[in-house]
């Protein structure tokens, strides 16, 4: 496939630091428009992982009609690895990292060494300061916050976070990326916990201490959401497939920039000091095993 056959606006040759649930589901989004995608991991055998992430998740859009192409020809479109230089050829590389500031800012820094001068990086931060980020490197002007969701590839969302030193042209370059991946963008100007984090956080924090109160159980609440505000999916459910731990490191990043209204109630901690981090772990607010 050569770029001419591209959807207008997408690069054809992206990059992401990060092969977990949401780089896998990031570079499987680009895969399925076109894109040659590379995927940087840690080591050989989390590379080797996110190739098997990002194969299969290719195989079940294909399944579904989601994708007009083979596997094969998906796949030699995929290349995993273990070096940032690698990323030397690309065009969009998007930071995929654990939510730590100090992780972000180091593996941020070590991508940006290796890119092209005119080359853009993003990162997948749910609710770090952008222009903090920004501030940590030598080009802030190509840099910006592109906040996909969880799953990525069901997700009709990208936010679109602009840092007070991103250059303008970017924005209108990041809303046709996510125009090209069949998306929509939310654009944004760098906040604590951006718009979508912000909200989506506040009201599940309220629901935690509804439970932890007696107030009603945690399908109830949920239900009361999905059946009287029509949310897709209630707040709590929703904290269970964002994992409680990553819920609680943004809510703990908001009430310290934010105040008390952000302060995560002791079900949520408890919870996570037990291990019952949601889906991933088998328990959270409800039982998926």
């Known amino acids: 496939m050569t770029d001419t056959t591209l959807p207008a606006g997408l690069p054809a040759r992206v990059g992401v630091l990060g092969g977990g649930r949401m780089g896998a589901g990031i570079a499987h989004a ?80 070590g991508v940006e060494e290796r890119l092209p001068a005119d080359a853009y990086l993003a990162s997948n931060t749910s609710s770090l300061s952008v222009d903090g980020l920004a501030a940590e490197l030598a080009r802030p002007a190509n840099f910006l916050g592109l906040h996909f969701f969880n799953p990525v590839p069901a997700s009709t969302l990208i ?60 399908e109830d609440i949920d239900n009361a959401m999905v059946l009287g505000y029509k949310h897709p999916t209630g707040p709590l459910r929703t904290t269970d497939i964002v994992g409680l731990d990553v819920r609680l490191g943004i809510a703990e990043y908001l009430h310290s920039t934010l105040g008390d209204r952000f302060e995560p109630p002791r079900i949520l901690r408890d919870k996570v000091a037990r291990g019952e981090l949601g889906r991933k772990t088998g328990k959270g607010f409800f039982d998926w095993s």
């Open 30 to 109: 680009f895969l399925l428009k076109g894109s040659h995608v590379l995927v940087v991991e840690r080591d050989e055998a989390a590379a080797e992982a996110a190739r098997e992430r990002v194969e299969s998740a290719a195989a079940k859009s294909i399944e579904r009609g989601a994708a007009d192409a083979n596997l094969d020809e998906m796949a030699s479109r995929l290349e995993v690895g273990v070096d940032h230089a690698a990323f030397a050829d690309r065009q969009l590389v998007i930071e995929a990292v654990p939510e730590d500031w100090d992780l972000k800012v180091a593996a941020l820094r």
């Open 159 to 218: 936010e679109v976070v602009l840092g007070k030193r991103t250059r303008p042209e970017l924005a209108d370059g990041a809303r046709g990326w996510v125009a090209a991946l069949g998306k929509t963008a939310v654009v944004v100007n760098d906040a604590p916990g951006f718009a979508s984090s912000r909200l989506g956080v506040a009201i599940a924090l309220e629901a935690m201490r509804m439970v932890e109160e007696g107030v009603a159980s945690a």
